[in-house]
């Protein structure tokens, strides 16, 4: 009997559309691939609520949930409502304590707050706070992958990442970080899969070493 493939759902990060995962591959006989997109949320909406209307897209049972960066989190919450197989974060956090000292400063002054977003002269900002690249691949990338501009959305995935509270992660859950990521520093992380040299953006830049690897990281027994 022809065992059925198993259903992977891909996360993008903040603001970013799923076109950040052009490049991944997968044995196609063994997995299908679906990408989930970020919605505009209404009014200050809680990442409980959120994540409930983002499980709607989820059209099979026990799938494996990726995503990167502040995705990673959002699939967390996800697989908080349904039952996954697994759950892969990429350049992310599975604790709050994770969370570098820069954003946990935010959450206690409220200064991301004070962010005016809705300026064209702070493109930059966002594309630093999503890729964590150097100014002109920041750019590059924002023009690429960055499609959300709503500056409710950006504001609202700031204040929830920085105010993100979880103190256990859950047992099917397996973390890829990067080496050199400036947006969750690595000496942060615990208890992850570590890629040397690899940036925030590396699901873009280092595909090959997803291509290679996510298969047998999805494959294995935790």
Same mark, same amino acid.
């Given at each position: ?85 697994? %759950? ?50 920041? %750019? ?52 992850? %899969? ?29």
């Amino acid at each position: 009997m022809t065992q059925s493939r198993i259903p992977v759902y891909f996360m993008p990060g903040m603001a970013a559309n799923p076109s950040i995962f052009k490049n991944i591959e997968l044995p196609k006989d063994l997995y299908d691939i679906f990408l989930l997109e970020w919605f505009i949320p209404t009014g200050n909406m809680c990442l409980e609520d959120y994540a409930k209307v983002m499980v709607k897209g989820i059209a099979h049972e026990n799938p494996i949930l990726i995503g990167v960066s502040f995705g990673g989190i959002m699939v967390q919450e996800m697989a908080k409502l349904i039952s996954t197989r697994k %759950i892969v974060i990429i350049s992310s956090v599975k604790l709050s304590n994770e969370l570098p000292k820069r954003m946990l400063f935010a959450k206690y002054t409220k200064i991301h707050k004070l962010l005016p977003f809705g300026l064209v002269n702070n493109v930059e900002l966002i594309a630093k706070y999503a890729f964590g690249e150097h100014v002109k691949k920041r %750019i590059k990338l924002y023009e690429e992958f960055l499609s959300i501009r709503d500056p409710h959305y950006i504001s609202w995935a700031l204040d929830k990442m920085v105010n993100w509270n979880q103190k256990k992660y859950a047992s099917n859950l397996v973390h890829i970080h990067g080496e050199k990521d400036p947006v969750f520093p690595i000496s942060h992380i615990e208890d992850c %899969i570590r890629v040397k040299n690899g940036t925030h953006a590396m699901i873009v830049y280092r595909y090959r070493w997803f291509n290679k690897h996510l298969p047998e990281i999805m494959a294995a027994t935790l």
